[in-house]
């Protein structure tokens, strides 16, 4: 049973650009939601995506977007990238449910030159 | 909004000793978790409290939930180098319908063989 699965591992990228990464949920679970994790910091909740719409949004710009599919399977966008948005960006699926445990992918090493 | 504050961010020390962590807040959270993150890895739960006063054991591992519900703290008894990572603790926001997560911002342990 696949756990969590994200890609690409490691992203370099140019102030401005834009990126897409991607993730797939944990058999069985239907919510994914996205964290970013500075280094040295704990996650922050970016957004998260059910029934392929997104449900919550933590306190991110517009410049992040984001998508699910209808495999459940998700998508980060990140336009206009600042060297501020050089991070770890996390995936975790669950069930929609209220206080179903989260399990994290390995994450994404995104770094903005 | 909810804060989580971990303490102390950094703790080195000698295999075989205890620790303790500390995560505080000024508000009350419906329940905690506690995960643990290794280089290169995204965070892995270990534990969620959910009633105040609660006393999670998770072998050399004590978790507990203050009784207000505004705190939590992890024990480690005879720490070993495997035990080495990033202790997060993490809530649900109160008046939150869905499962996001609020992050304290980690403490990062060092056990030296």
């Known amino acids: 049973d696949a756990g969590v699965t994200q890609s690409p591992t490691h992203l370099i990228k140019t102030r401005g650009q834009q990126v897409t990464l991607r993730c797939s949920p944990k058999s069985g679970h239907d919510t994914v939601s996205w964290y970013q994790q500075a280094l040295g910091q704990g996650p922050q909740f970016i957004f998260q995506y059910y029934e392929e719409e997104e449900r919550q949004r933590g306190n991110f710009p517009d410049r992040f977007s984001g998508h699910q599919f209808p495999n459940y399977s998700s998508e980060l966008n990140v336009n206009a990238l600042l060297l501020g948005d050089s991070a770890l960006y996390l995936c975790?699926?669950?069930?929609?449910?209220?206080?179903?445990?989260?399990?994290f992918g390995n994450g994404t090493r995104l770094t903005v030159t | 909004t909810q804060l989580l504050e971990q303490s102390p961010q950094f703790l080195s020390i000698q295999e075989g000793e205890n620790l303790t962590v500390y995560c505080n807040s000024s508000s009350v959270f419906s329940s905690l978790q506690w995960y643990r993150q290794e280089p290169g890895e995204g965070p892995v739960l270990l534990v969620t409290v959910v009633t105040g006063g609660e006393v999670k054991k998770l072998k050399r591992l004590t978790f507990q939930f203050g009784d207000a519900r505004k705190d939590s703290s992890l024990h480690i008894t005879a720490a070993q180098p495997g035990d080495t990572g990033l202790y997060l603790c993490a809530g649900p926001p109160l008046n939150n319908a869905g499962n996001m997560l609020t992050f304290g911002g980690g403490t990062r342990l060092m056990v030296k063989p």
């Open positions: 975790a699926s669950s069930l929609f449910m209220r206080g179903t445990a989260l399990h």
